[in-house]
């Protein structure tokens, strides 16, 4: 297995108390696979990304569980060893270019950067380089764009050369946070073929962070869908889409627009995600859920296996599913 997560807590200190951003999760990713991490703002799914690459800042932060990479426990290591692995071995794509781009810098000076660092390459090699990487990715007249700064990029652009930034040390795993958030359509499909161009090129595995279940259904095999810091449901795209088990998960997918719906009404999930900063008993969806009951206010349900190679952790699951 490439990456095994288990039992991944996050938690910040606050002035009000202690934040529990992730709170025990676990899941795995194989060789050359791609899992899909949805749910809404606030659910933990960019924590955790981050989280993988030891980039919560401790203190506030603290990971605690179980982070393997390819056999080695990523918490274990120093972080002159995380460097090392930081973008030649696990790549990132951040969720908002211009926060993560340097303003100063221009885009050519970044990725040289990230190639003489990772790849060994001298100078004009890693200029090279850079403008094969921006060309890959779609960045009309790359030669020329390798001078501009960020703030001369459009947003469909400033998004490629993160991608291109992404993939200059060649990652066996590609995490992608909200990768297409604030792209128009048209931008939105180019980048996901470029993500799957670049799995099928290297066999890389892909970790995509996203609320868009559209996007889900274009680029994931698997699906993990996260709630107030928990996982609630994991099953292949495929199932999950046919038959979701966890209420919220059916939640996310009847606010989806289809073709072909006439005037079917959205799906809308009434209240708010409860608050981090307190654990309470039962079930954390409970409070928005149309088909709660007494047990789920007072017991958090386990997650269990209710079909093959899909999991759910609701009390009502199991009747759900019989009588789909």
């Known amino acids: 297995m490439l990456l095994t997560v288990e039992n991944l807590h996050v938690h910040f200190r606050t002035s009000d108390g202690v934040l529990r951003a992730v709170d025990g999760v676990s899941f795995q990713i194989g060789e050359s696979q791609t899992l899909a991490i949805v749910g809404e703002s606030g659910s933990g799914k960019s924590v955790t990304a981050s989280s993988l690459l030891r980039l919560i800042q401790e203190p506030p932060g603290r990971i605690a569980g179980m982070i393997r990479w390819r056999g080695a426990d990523l918490l274990a290591l120093s972080e002159r060893e995380m460097r090392k692995i930081r973008g030649s071995e696990i790549g990132m794509i951040f969720q908002e270019p211009m926060a993560s781009l340097n303003p100063v810098l221009s885009i050519g000076h970044q990725i040289t950067e990230t190639l003489r660092l990772h790849e060994r390459l001298d100078r004009a090699a890693a200029r090279r380089r850079a403008v094969e990487l921006l060309g890959s990715v779609g960045l009309p007249e790359p030669q020329r764009r390798i001078s501009d700064y960020p703030h001369r990029l459009s947003g469909g652009m400033q998004q490629r050369v993160m991608v291109a930034l992404a993939l200059a040390g060649n990652p066996k795993l590609l995490i992608a946070d909200e990768p297409t958030a604030s792209l128009d359509v048209t931008i939105q499909a180019q980048l996901l073929e470029l993500l799957k161009d670049f799995r099928r090129r290297t066999g890389a ?120």
């Open 205 to 324: 595995s892909l970790l995509l962070i996203t609320h868009d279940m559209g996007v889900v259904a274009e680029a994931a095999a698997r699906v993990m869908v996260m709630y107030a810091g928990r996982k609630v449901e994991e099953a292949s795209t495929r199932d999950l889409f046919r038959t979701p088990r966890h209420p919220y998960t059916r939640a996310l997918l009847g606010a989806v627009p289809r073709l072909g719906a006439g005037n079917r009404r959205l799906m809308e999930i009434a209240g708010t995600a409860p608050s981090l900063l307190q654990r309470s008993a039962g079930c954390a969806f409970a409070s928005r859920c149309s088909s709660v009951t007494e047990i789920c206010r007072r017991v958090t349900p386990p997650l269990e296996t209710k079909a093959a190679g899909h999991i759910a952790a609701c009390h009502h699951a199991a009747s759900e599913m019989v009588a789909a």
